[in-house]
């Protein structure tokens, strides 16, 4: 008879929780740009498995809450139909569908989290954070390179990503 152990809900919600936190800042992987629509009745719906939007409404002060656009200046979710927005947003995936230094990155967080919850011990945790650090700074290398930023038209924000992922790197400005 085969049972399934106690705690592997446990480690697969660590796991989903790690998952989403990797995603929320947005990466290469998970970014992406749409055309937000009124339906006839005027409601403007927000895709499932979705997050971080950013919506450009020129002057209008628009914010994504629930399941709809809101329309905060006129403190209403119904629009014009037909009526549409450009927007970025972040969506959100699997685990089995994230791109290698993702995976390994959740995977990483999701084991020093749960040795740290579950087994505490000091000399491993220190380890698995070390672990985690690689990890983050691979993704962090992956998400540049993928991104295709240009540092010299970025200026500051492109070099401060540079430095973020070298921690050697030294500032002689």
Same mark, same amino acid.
């Given at each position: 008879m085969?049972?399934?152990?106690?705690?592997?809900d446990?480690i697969l919600?660590?796991?989903e929780r790690?998952? =989403?936190?990797?995603? @929320?800042? !947005?990466? *290469? +992987?998970?970014?992406?740009k749409?055309?937000?629509? #009124?339906? $006839?009745?005027?409601?403007?719906t927000?895709?499932?498995?979705?997050? !971080? *939007?950013? $919506?450009?409404?020129?002057?209008r002060n628009? @914010?994504?809450?629930g399941a =709809?656009l809101?329309? /905060?200046?006129?403190?209403t979710?119904? +629009?014009?139909p !037909?009526?549409?927005?450009? #927007?970025?947003y972040?969506k959100?995936?699997?685990f089995?569908?994230?791109?290698?230094? %993702?995976s390994?990155?959740?995977? %990483?967080?999701?084991?020093r989290d749960?040795q740290?919850d =579950?087994? %505490?011990?000091? @000399?491993?945790?220190?380890?698995?954070?070390?672990k985690? @650090?690689?990890?983050?700074?691979d993704?962090?290398r992956?998400?540049?390179? /993928?991104s295709? =930023?240009?540092?010299?038209?970025?200026g500051? /924000?492109g070099y401060?990503?540079l430095?973020?992922?070298?921690?050697?790197y030294?500032? *002689?400005e």
């Amino acid at each position: 008879m085969s049972t399934r152990h106690p705690f592997v809900d446990v480690i697969l919600s660590i796991l989903e929780r790690n998952t =989403y936190s990797i995603q @929320a800042k !947005g990466l *290469w +992987f998970n970014r992406h740009k749409a055309t937000l629509v #009124a339906d $006839v009745t005027g409601k403007i719906t927000i895709p499932d498995s979705t997050t !971080g *939007w950013l $919506v450009d409404a020129c002057s209008r002060n628009l @914010a994504v809450q629930g399941a =709809y656009l809101r329309d /905060m200046d006129n403190n209403t979710s119904t +629009f014009i139909p !037909g009526e549409s927005f450009k #927007a970025d947003y972040r969506k959100v995936l699997d685990f089995d569908d994230l791109p290698a230094e %993702a995976s390994a990155l959740a995977g %990483a967080m999701t084991v020093r989290d749960f040795q740290t919850d =579950y087994v %505490a011990e000091s @000399a491993k945790r220190t380890e698995l954070n070390n672990k985690v @650090a690689q990890a983050q700074r691979d993704l962090n290398r992956e998400d540049v390179r /993928m991104s295709r =930023y240009n540092f010299s038209s970025n200026g500051r /924000m492109g070099y401060n990503r540079l430095r973020r992922n070298n921690p050697g790197y030294r500032d *002689w400005e």
